[in-house]
């Protein structure tokens, strides 16, 4: 099949309490390339004022008939048409706004519909031993607790990095909190089909909602709801540190630990698609790999086999590098080469930018090598596969491996293992060859979201 | 001794005097060594023309630089003209707002407010307002110009006014600074003072700022008072964009009339929302003539935007009391004709300038 164009702008409308919501001067979205793709509505403070006054008084989306619901919400969202979008069309603006390989936004859209669809019971995974979901549970007679939420109405700050960050507050809705998306201004395509596959499958415009708005807007937004994720930067994650209603997502700095007892030409594969894979811009994709022993072998050979991947548009079936306008190619071009002072490139070392000639540029991949374990480059987390190669040795400890989403660690070390998992500031630990960005419904992303959503609840003498 | 001015420059807002002739009044005496103030005298040498002589009308005030950074360190003394001798009645000294650094200064005399108070007073009654009727006005004071406008227009009603005071620079910091929680205290505050007055007094007219009404539609108690006995609402004091201000006028307060309010301190009075227009038409703020002219010009270029076309708003005040030419605000507007044939342009959707941002790079992948 050719790739689906669409012509004529494509109106994304804020889903509001009353339906599609459209604004008088809707904000134009880009695709890579600097042209006009599509007309956001931004809808301004008092909007999301009395969107959240409705979520607030909606009701939970039911528990029964839950599973169904979800079920054909994925399924409308893998194939239907979805906001005068057939999937084709859907995936081919994912691919020209964020820039993400066509063949990662379509395995997103597949793996995204099974995510939906399990979201119920990836939710019940969270849940501890002791509390029940229904008060009416028979259990409860001997005095047990309740699984209940800490509020009504979840907020979600979205980013536009990949299509798959939408999986998350699916299981908020599942919880039956009402849910209120912003979606990121680069890529809104994604939230919005599927906030409207769950409106089309049952879900009611008060109990879910898409509210693009402009920076400042968002605020209103997460101040508004009982609890908010928000992504982004180090200065964001900062910002909401210690307000206990926001759940920050920040820079994953994902990283891969190969021990001594390991040959890592063995792994070669799972290191480099650790990096490189879903186009290198998830959160979930190694920032820098630590090696017992010298470094240098594997920063040649990680080099080697990413140098060969073409910089070609996203949109083509072939791409596998990310995508972005030129001057911001530009940018973060310069702003690796201020960072890479005094390391050794690899891979990169000549620019990144490989200039498509239409305004965008693809990013090529970089791959520096660093003095020691402790260099401050290994926390610098770029959208492209970039990577970090250091030494590592016994006497440097987990202190360089703190600070962590992901850490795969290629080693045979038990007591290792041990303590990377006793650490407080590594999300998630993969044992052996599994690549970094791996996940599957039910398996917790950065903890259960229900550690943030839920408490359990004494409930005693309940009939 | 008080020097006899040109009765032309004495002109009510609705003498009907011809705006050129006015213009060139006001070049007469505030740049007459006998009667303009010290701040112009002071300047005249520096400026490549005579404005006695060059400035034939509204058109000619574009030859004026725009000096109004000079009114941050004034003495505001200096900017009272001469030729009121010892007469001078200074009722106020306002400030600008202050985002662009130290506030800039001007100052009220008796005779402008009175010229002032009138215009606003009028097109409040063409807008059908009711005579006598409470006021609750919830706005900046003090220093700030739009509270005392609107305490005025209240006044001359025949309405009785009930405030509450606002800080607006203490909410910028704390914005500013990213002190949300606090902004939201404060804002909480001063929505608790208007629903003790909402709630146990008759208000007719109610006057706020954007900020305070999009926060009013979240409180049903409220919304159920005010749609219910209030006649008329006057928003000012900050931009209101059309999605807002459609959203309030036909879901938030539909049983009230929105009535827009574009002032600024160097305007030194307010334009009130030409009278007839529905939520879903762009909101249209005359210009006041003779005192008050808007030009919309693109901001690189300075050249006048097109009829219908978006630009950046410059703001002249003449009148007896005060000079202010050629100031380039921090809005941008679109350029619209003025109603009944009024000198230099109308604006509509004024909106902030916005902020330019360069590529940045912020680490990590969001």
Known sequence: ?463 | MTYESPTVLDAGPSDGVDPDEFVRAAMRWHFDPATGSRYWLDRADRLAFDPRRDVKGVDDLMLFPDLTDELRDVPVADLIPRGYGGGARLLNVFDSGGTTGAPKRVVQLDDWMRHSTEQVDQRLREHGLPVGAQWLTVAPTGPHLVGDVLQRAAGSLGGPGLSIDMDPRWVKKLVAAGRSNEVESYTDHLVEQCRRILLTQEIGVLAATTPLLERFAREDDLLERINGSVEAIIWGGTHMDPDTRHLLGTEVFPDVPLIGMYGNTMMLTALLERVGLSAAEPCVFDPVSPYVFLSVVDPDTGERAEVGERGQVIVSHVSKSMLIPNNAERDTALRMRPAGGQAGDAVADVAPVPTVQGETVIEGVY
């Open chain 1, 1 to 463: 099949m050719t790739t689906a164009e669409v012509t004529g702008p494509v109106y994304l409308d804020a889903l509001g309490p009353r339906g599609p919501y459209r604004t008088r001067v809707p904000s134009a979205v880009t695709d890579v390339s600097g042209a006009e793709v599509a007309r956001l509505s931004l809808v301004p403070p008092v909007y999301v004022g009395r969107a959240l006054g409705a979520l607030r008084k909606a009701e939970a989306v039911p528990a029964a008939g839950l599973d169904a619901l979800l079920a054909a919400a994925g399924e409308e969202f893998a194939t239907g048409t979805v906001g005068g979008l057939g999937v084709r069309e859907y995936e081919h603006l994912v691919s020209r706004t964020s820039g993400t390989p066509l063949t990662v936004v379509r395995a997103a859209t597949r793996g995204t519909a099974r995510f939906v669809s399990l979201a119920r019971s990836s939710a019940e995974q969270g849940r501890p031993r002791g509390a029940v979901s229904d008060r009416r549970d028979p259990v409860l007679e001997a005095g047990h607790a309740v699984w209940a939420r800490r509020g009504n109405v979840f907020a979600v700050n979205a980013s536009g990095n990949h299509p798959g960050v939408h999986r998350l507050w699916l299981e908020a809705l599942a919880l039956g909190y009402r849910v209120a998306v912003r979606p990121s201004r680069r890529e809104p395509f994604t939230p919005h089909r599927l906030v409207g596959a769950l409106h089309r499958a049952g879900v009611r415009e008060d109990q879910l909602m898409l509210l693009p708005t402009d920076h400042r807007t968002a605020d209103t937004l997460i101040r508004g709801a009982d609890r908010a994720v928000v992504y982004g930067g180090d200065e964001v994650v900062a910002r909401y540190a210690h307000d206990p209603h926001v759940l920050p997502q920040g820079p994953g700095r994902t990283k891969i630990l190969i021990t001594a007892d390991t040959d890592w030409q063995e792994h070669l594969d799972t290191i480099v698609g650790s990096v490189a894979d879903e186009g290198g811009t998830a959160c979930v994709n190694a920032t820098a790999v630590f090696v017992e022993g010298d470094p240098a072998p594997l920063a040649e050979a990680v080099a080697a086999r990413l140098s060969r991947l073409p910089a070609l548009p996203p949109e083509d079936a072939r791409a596998v590098l990310p995508v972005c306008p030129l001057d911001r190619a530009r940018a973060l071009g310069s702003y690796l080469r201020s960072v890479a002072t005094g390391t050794r490139a690899w891979l990169g070392g000549e620019g990144l930018v490989d200039d498509l000639g239409d305004g965008s540029a693809a990013l090529r991949p970089a791959v520096h090598q660093v003095v020691r374990s402790s260099a401050p480059q290994l926390r610098t987390e770029l959208p492209f596969p970039c990577v970090w190669v250091a030494p590592w040795n016994r006497a440097d400890g987990i202190a360089p491996l703190r600070d962590t989403l992901v850490l795969s660690a290629l080693t045979r070390d038990d007591a290792l293992l041990d303590a990377l998992l006793a650490e407080p500031t590594i999300a998630n630990v993969y044992v052996g060859d599994h690549p970094t960005y791996w996940m599957a419904p039910g398996v917790p992303h950065d903890s259960y979201l229900s550690d943030f959503l839920m408490r359990s609840k004494a409930v005693a003498g309940a009939p």
